[in-house]
C-alpha cells in the first residue's frame, strides 16, 4: 500500500493550485483522508481532512480558501487550494487511515509529500 501524491508547484499569490494523492495496493476500505503541510523551520501541521462520509475539517488559516474532497471509488483525495498566499508555501503531505487487505489491521500511511510554492 502507498500513497502517491501529486500536483504542487511554483504559483504567484491569489493563484491556485489542485493536489492528488492515490492510494493504490491491496486496500479494503479508507477511513479519514487528509492533507499536512511543513514549512521550513516548523512543525507539520494539519491542513485539511475528510472522513469516509465525506464530513470535513479544515486549519482556520485555510477555511474558505481550500477545498478537500474524495474519490472514494478511486480512493483519491484532493485539494483544491484557491487565493494562495506566500504563508501556503511548505511541503504538503497526504495521510490515510486504511485497512490493508493482508492485515485487516487499521493503519495511518502517509504519502511522499509535493512541494508548494508561492511567490509574492
Known amino acids: 500500500v502507498q500513497l502517491q501524491a501529486s500536483g504542487g508547484g511554483l504559483v504567484q499569490a491569489g493563484g491556485s493550485l489542485r493536489l492528488s494523492c492515490a492510494a493504490s495496493?491491496?486496500?479494503?476500505?479508507?477511513?479519514?483522508m487528509g492533507w499536512y503541510r511543513q514549512a521550513p523551520g516548523k512543525q507539520r501541521e494539519l491542513v485539511a481532512i475528510i472522513n469516509s462520509g465525506g464530513r470535513t475539517n479544515y486549519a482556520d488559516s485555510v477555511k474558505g480558501r481550500f477545498t478537500i474532497s474524495r474519490d472514494n471509488a478511486e480512493n483519491t483525495v484532493y485539494l483544491q487550494m484557491n487565493s494562495l498566499k506566500p504563508d501556503d508555501t511548505g511541503v504538503y503531505y497526504c495521510?490515510?487511515?486504511?485497512?490493508?487487505?493482508?492485515?485487516?489491521?487499521?493503519?495511518?500511511?502517509w504519502g511522499q509529500g509535493t512541494q508548494v510554492t508561492v511567490s509574492s
Open positions: 495521510n490515510a487511515d486504511l485497512l490493508p487487505v493482508t492485515t485487516m489491521h487499521l493503519r495511518n500511511y
Open positions: 495496493g491491496s486496500i479494503f476500505s479508507i477511513n479519514a
